[in-house]
């Protein structure tokens, strides 16, 4: 066949419109009967209309529903910038909460909801699953957030880990950003033809009856109605002692949060949420050390029905003994208090820093999992004279028994001693009655996080009882470390006769 021979005028029909018709017609067909065959982001569009639309009408959104999963979208469509009306109600919050997955939770309740209501404060819950201290962190940094007041739920500083959730949004934020960008659009088209007077719209849209799980745009609070089986239930136990070898660690994490730019006018405020690992010691370590409002209400009669979260009507037990204890600290931050003071290191001066004590620790007596060197690391001082701790074992006990001041009712023992390391790591430093049998335990401790510049650090405790002598014990919190320790004492203070006499009066008048 020739070039010649080539009719090039052939036409599959008269009119070009009705040839793009046709053209469209089967395009739409077949692009049709690719989405639903092949489960693309575009069958979102397609599934969404049989999702209940009720709850746009409240301002929620939508992260998932019977047929459409959209793995993170809950917290990652507000993180990754996606679901644009709970970002700008973020950055207008009045209040900002960070949490883990007991915060998602037990904040999204009428209890709190009501309070800030009251209060007249917005709020927005910026919680999720597994989230630790840097998740928090890496949302500060990344939003305009101007808040009056910042919450954070202390447990989160337990690790400077990133949860594998968010570290997922972290490393991969383009690949979740496509997949949410399609899932929101999907609510966008229900949500405008639920609104529109556009019958056929409303008529493929708008008639689902499938409930989808739901966030507020307004708070990002959850929707959730989780009632669980009693046979479920386990009555909450209060651990108080539960992670404390990372309170030191907590306490250093913290100040990293509240020292990040831009948030020096917020007032923040440290809380936790009632379970069964509520560890009430660390949190005290906090308090003290922080210098800023802590917020917790033991709450007694609550019930976890995995050993870890509260259901609704538990949730809604806590919130509601919980914003009583929330209250002054509230009152307190709108007053213009409450603010976060910065630490301020001050540069070692060995004529005028405390160096009284002896640096006798190959004296101590050791357990297996324990070494110590003598006078093998530079003291600040400049001298050779510090001796050093290598630890195998966590938590085995360093200890010495100081026999030479007897203890009676209402003194109060001070050890203290120079401690650093190269490693980061806690020690934990703990007071023990001793040398009597006959008496109640008595038992006080201190942990500090170690870092390469010595440091004065302490324990201090008032025994309420006559004993014969005190135990101080030193434990080490992470294995494979070691420590660095000099010019320890230990001090007393006698109660005065004034002192003793007011105890009397006290136990008279009961």
């Not at 077949?30 to 397609?46: A, E, N, P």
């Not at 799980?213 to 959730?224: C, D, E, I």
Request: net charge negative; aromatic share 12%; glycine share 6%.
């Amino acid at each position: 066949m020739t070039e010649d021979t080539v009719d090039n005028t052939v036409s599959y029909t008269k009119s070009p419109g009705l040839k793009m018709i046709a053209f469209f017609c089967v395009f739409m067909v077949f692009g049709v009967g690719t989405i639903l065959k092949f489960d693309t982001y575009f069958t979102d569009f397609w599934r969404i209309r049989n999702c209940d639309p009720t709850p746009y009408t409240e301002g929620d959104f939508m992260w998932g529903c019977q047929g459409i999963t959209v793995s993170r979208y809950d917290s990652g469509s507000i993180f990754l910038g996606v679901q644009k009306d709970a970002i700008k109600n973020a950055e207008n919050a009045d209040v900002v909460i960070f949490g883990n997955s007991r915060t998602k939770r037990s904040f999204s309740t009428n209890g709190i909801d009501d309070y800030f209501k009251s209060k007249g404060l917005t709020y927005v819950v910026l919680a999720a699953e597994g989230a630790g201290y840097k998740s928090a962190l890496i949302t500060m940094e990344r939003f305009d957030l101007k808040p009056k007041i910042i919450m954070a739920n202390y447990e989160i500083f337990y690790t400077d880990l990133i949860s594998p959730n968010f570290r997922e949004l972290v490393d991969f934020p383009e690949k979740y950003k496509t997949r949410f960008t399609f899932f929101y659009n999907a609510q966008r088209v229900q949500k405008f033809a639920c609104q529109s007077n556009i019958k056929w719209l409303k008529d493929f849209y708008c008639s689902g009856k499938v409930g989808g799980r739901w966030r507020s745009a307004r708070t990002a609070s959850m929707k959730w109605n989780l009632v669980a089986p009693e046979e479920d239930q386990v009555l909450i136990t209060p651990n108080p002692d539960y992670r404390i070898r990372a309170a030191g660690q907590m306490v250093t994490r913290a100040r990293e949060f509240l020292e990040v730019k831009g948030y020096e006018d917020a007032c923040p405020i440290m809380y936790l949420v009632n379970s069964p690992n509520t560890g009430t010691s660390a949190f005290e370590i906090g308090k003290e050390e922080l210098g800023i409002q802590f917020v917790y209400k033991d709450v007694p009669g609550l019930y976890s029905y995995d050993k870890s979260h509260l259901d609704r009507p538990n949730s809604e037990k806590w919130a509601k003994e919980f914003v009583k204890a929330l209250d002054p600290a509230i009152d307190t931050c709108l007053s213009g208090g409450g603010r976060y003071t910065p630490k301020v290191e001050i540069p070692f001066d060995i004529n005028t820093a405390d160096v009284a004590g002896v640096s006798d620790f190959e004296t101590w007596l050791l357990r297996d999992g324990v070494t110590v060197s003598d006078s093998v690391s530079e003291a600040p001082d400049g001298t050779l004279t510090a001796d050093t701790f290598t630890i195998e074992k966590a938590g085995v006990p360093i200890q010495k028994i100081y026999r030479e001041t007897a203890i009676k009712a209402g003194t109060t023992v001070t050890f203290g001693g120079w401690f650093w390391s190269e490693d980061e790591m806690d020690i934990q430093l703990r007071l023990i009655k001793s040398c009597t049998r006959d008496t109640p335990m008595e038992t006080f401790a201190t942990n500090y996080n170690l870092s390469n510049k010595p440091k004065r650090m302490t324990v201090s405790y008032t025994f309420k009882e006559d004993h014969g002598c005190a135990l101080i014990r030193m434990v080490g919190l992470q294995p494979g470390t070691s420590f660095n320790a000099w010019q320890a004492r230990a001090d007393y203070q006698m109660p005065t006769d004034e002192t003793l006499q007011t105890e009397e009066d006290v136990e008279t008048e009961e």
